[in-house]
């Protein structure tokens, strides 16, 4: 256990259905990140937060994708009319902002697309 | 961030010392290298970090050359628990995303 919590840890939807996950960093922990995770694929970043600001967004966060962090604390990620193709696991990390700080990653929630 | 090639598997036995080199021809000065362990439906776990010739801790060994265009991941006497995908990252120290790749898929068999 990280310390770093993730709900639901898994979900099954219909496509056009929006879901939401939640991801509880550790508590000292400025820095947020999300990855989405295929099978047999390393995780691939998608977005990541210093405190309640969203600084980085990957190309792969298309505009149904959605997160946010409105205390700097938990986050959220919003998918909104849900496809196959959003199919994954996701994966949420936290760290601190000191420089060589490495990434503490959560369980995941595991998404399937009906 | 540099671009990382490693093994796609590699087999081993208990007791045994495990190798998984990674390439990184393109490092740049101020990148680091990081190794991350992955079990399946959990989230990858850090395992070591280093910049140059040799870290040690207790789980692993981080073997650097001094061109440090590869990197060797050192797992003493690995046991069936090592079974995993062992990722190797390369970036800077204020990098803010990973780059995972395929990673290397390590089966240990009795």
């Known amino acids: 256990d990280t310390g770093v919590s993730q709900n639901p840890r898994h979900k099954i939807t219909k496509r056009g259905q929006n879901v939401t996950f939640r991801c509880d960093p550790i508590?000292?922990?400025?820095?947020l990140y999300w990855y989405r995770q295929t099978l047999g694929q390393g995780p691939e970043f998608l977005t990541y937060?210093?405190?309640?600001?969203?600084?980085?967004k990957s190309r792969l966060l298309s505009d149904r994708f959605s997160a946010e962090r409105p205390k700097g604390s938990f986050s959220t990620l919003e998918i909104q009319r849900t496809e196959q193709g959003d199919s994954a696991m996701y994966l949420c990390?936290?760290?601190?902002?000191?420089?060589?700080?490495?990434?503490?990653f959560g369980p995941g929630t595991r998404l399937l697309v009906l | 961030l540099a671009k990382t090639t490693q093994p796609i598997s590699m087999d081993s036995y208990e007791g045994q010392e495990v190798n998984i080199t990674c390439s990184h021809n393109?490092?740049?000065?101020?990148?680091?290298i990081t190794w991350y362990q992955q079990f399946p439906s959990q989230g990858p776990r850090f395992i070591i970090q280093?910049?140059?010739t040799k870290v040690t801790n207790e789980v692993a060994s981080l073997f650097i050359p001094a061109d440090r265009k590869s990197s060797t991941l050192s797992l003493p006497r690995v046991s069936l628990s090592d079974t995993a995908v062992y990722y190797c990252?390369?970036?800077?120290?204020?990098?803010?995303?990973?780059?995972f790749g395929s990673g290397t898929k390590l089966n240990v068999k009795p």
């Open positions: 508590s000292e922990h400025n820095r």
């Open positions: 990390a936290s760290s601190l902002d000191v420089g060589l700080e490495t990434q503490y």
């Open positions: 393109n490092i740049a000065t101020n990148d680091y």
């Open positions: 990252l390369v970036g800077p120290s204020n990098f803010n995303k990973f780059y």
């Open positions: 280093g910049y140059k």
């Open positions: 937060f210093q405190n309640e600001a969203q600084l980085e």
